[in-house]
Nanobody, 125 residues
Framework: QVQLVESGGGLVQPGGSLRLSCVGS????????LGWFRQAPGKKREGVSCISSTDRVTSYADSAEGRFTISRDKSKNTVYLQMNSLKPEDTAVYYC??????????????????WGQGTQVTVSS
């Protein structure tokens, strides 16, 4: 069965950095696209970043562009989200997700099938 587990969240000061990890089991993650999403209290879930199955396409939300970087470590079946220059408005629960079908592009939000349980990121001084 497919499972995704996020880790790496925590409390960080504004301007600081965190690296989130998404570890897959039951599938080879580098064969599939992976997306990072976040949801803040009282807000709808929003997409943050994604990477295609071949790494030929990456995408970032406007709020993340230039600060966040998505990458893979194929040997560890892991996808990372490096977050730099963090702001209080980045505070949210962060989720990773992957589809059951293979795409050569970043999927649309409704095309993701498997989701992790989330990891809390809090940016505060």
């Amino acid at each position: 069965q497919v499972q995704l587990v996020e880790s790496g969240g925590g409390l960080v000061q504004p301007g600081g950095s965190l690296r989130l990890s998404c570890v897959g089991s039951g599938l080879t993650l580098d064969d599939y696209a992976l997306g990072w999403f976040r949801q803040a209290p009282g807000k709808k879930r929003e997409g943050v970043s994604c990477i295609s199955s071949t790494d030929r396409v990456t995408s970032y939300a406007d709020s993340a562009e230039g600060r966040f970087t998505i990458s893979r470590d194929k040997s560890k079946n892991t996808v990372y989200l490096q977050m730099n220059s963090l702001k209080p408005e980045d505070t949210a629960v962060y989720y990773c997700a992957t589809p059951r079908l293979k795409y050569g592009r970043c999927p649309s939000p409704d095309e993701y099938d498997y989701w992790g349980q989330g990891t809390q990121v809090t940016v505060s001084s």
